[in-house]
Nanobody, 123 residues
Framework: QVQLVESGGGLVQAGGSLRLSCAAS????????MGWFRQAPGKEREFVAA????????YYADSVKGRFTISRDNAKNTVYLHMNSLKPEDTAGYYC????????????????WGQGTQVTVSS
């Protein structure tokens, strides 16, 4: 059974940085796509970033491009979301997700989800 466990959220001032982690377990992930999504209170879940576990192209939302970077440690089965120059509008619950297949920004196409980690950016 696939499990995704996020960590690394917290409270940070605007302009600061955080690194979120998503530890995956339960099977091999060489054919998987890993995505990060976020959801603020009263808003729909939105795409943040995604890439293939095997490498290659990465997708970023326009709102985070140039500030957020996704990376992986294959030996640890862990995906990271490095978040720099954080803004108050980045405040949300952040979720990692996994699907078997190609890159997509569509949350409905991801099969497995973590429990989420809260990021709060103060102004």
């Amino acid at each position: 059974q696939v499990q995704l466990v996020e960590s690394g959220g917290g409270l940070v001032q605007a302009g600061g940085s955080l690194r979120l982690s998503c530890a995956a377990s339960g099977r091999t992930f060489s054919s998987a796509t890993m995505g990060w999504f976020r959801q603020a209170p009263g808003k729909e879940r939105e795409f943040v970033a995604a890439n293939r576990w095997s490498g290659g192209s990465t997708y970023y939302a326009d709102s985070v491009k140039g500030r957020f970077t996704i990376s992986r440690d294959n030996a640890k089965n862990t995906v990271y979301l490095h978040m720099n120059s954080l803004k108050p509008e980045d405040t949300a619950g952040y979720y990692c997700a996994l699907r078997d297949g190609s890159l997509t920004r569509n949350a409905l196409e991801y099969h497995y989800w973590g429990q989420g980690t809260q990021v709060t950016v103060s102004s």
